[in-house]
């Protein structure tokens, strides 16, 4: 195992940062092809004059094979009380009879016994799937797609009416028809309507198709999403994809934040993206 430059606190007199290499170590042994990188920074119950930037008390797990996303997450937790003895635990999206976590880490189990820790990692700590990896970012992407949609239909309650929905097209059919309105709102209803007809067809239902890519080490694979079923291509290089997706993930490569960009898509992380079709 590496050296680690992990900050660390004692509670009860263990150390927390000790504790939490042993876990690694024990885990490394029996876990082929895996690496480990700093979680979380804990601040709470934590001596914040020594450790102003808080101490690590979790690790991210990666496989050889992907070191974009982590496979698991594995802490060491509960030393505040001078009957406290170390808790071990570990969170994967492998464990399906754990305990809820929050974010993308599936389940964590805990216990006060190090080697049932490293005997639910031998059986979790293995390299996720295509579509495992694409749940697990989903939830940023159809964020961001559901916010251009609510906020049109926002628009549209604030400038036609609540019912808007029943109204579109009867409103685009009497402005064909050379329809003058007597009602000033409503004839700032059908302006509006055709003022900003593109924005409307485009983003009153938006859900555009989209491709998953996930980079690995030696490969790359891609899918359009919606049929879980079918299995994504596999390429060497993202050099390969199709000019389409390559072009728009040249673009979220070179942006400076990884933020949701418009019509092209979103960078989860340098080995997972999300392209608009």
Known sequence: MPEYNIKASKFSDVDTVDC???LANQISKVVPDISFKHGGMEKWGVDLEKHPDGVCQALKVFHADDLNNHIGVIEVSNFYRETDKPKYGISS???NDGRNTYGE????KYS???K???RVAKKVLKPFTFNQI???????????????RNNMNWQ???NVCDGYQHLIDDIENLYHLDYKPKNDKFKQMIEYVMNNKANIDKYRNYKPPHYFVLVKNNLVQYRLMGDKLAKPFTIRAKDELPDDIKGKLF?????DKQDFVEDIGLKQNDGAYWIIA
């Not at 880490?105 to 964590?108: D, V």
């Not at 694409?134 to 251009?148: C, G, P, Q, W």
Request: charge should be negative; hydrophobic fraction near 40%.
């Open 20 to 22: 939490l290499i042993d």
């Open 93 to 95: 999206i492998n464990i």
């Open 105 to 108: 880490n599936g389940q964590h």
């Open 112 to 114: 006060i016994n190090i």
């Open 116 to 118: 049932n820790i490293v």
């Open 134 to 148: 694409a749940d697990r970012h989903k939830r940023e992407f159809e964020n961001n797609i559901d916010s251009l």
């Open 156 to 158: 549209l309650r604030q």
């Open 251 to 255: 673009v979220l490569d070179i942006t």
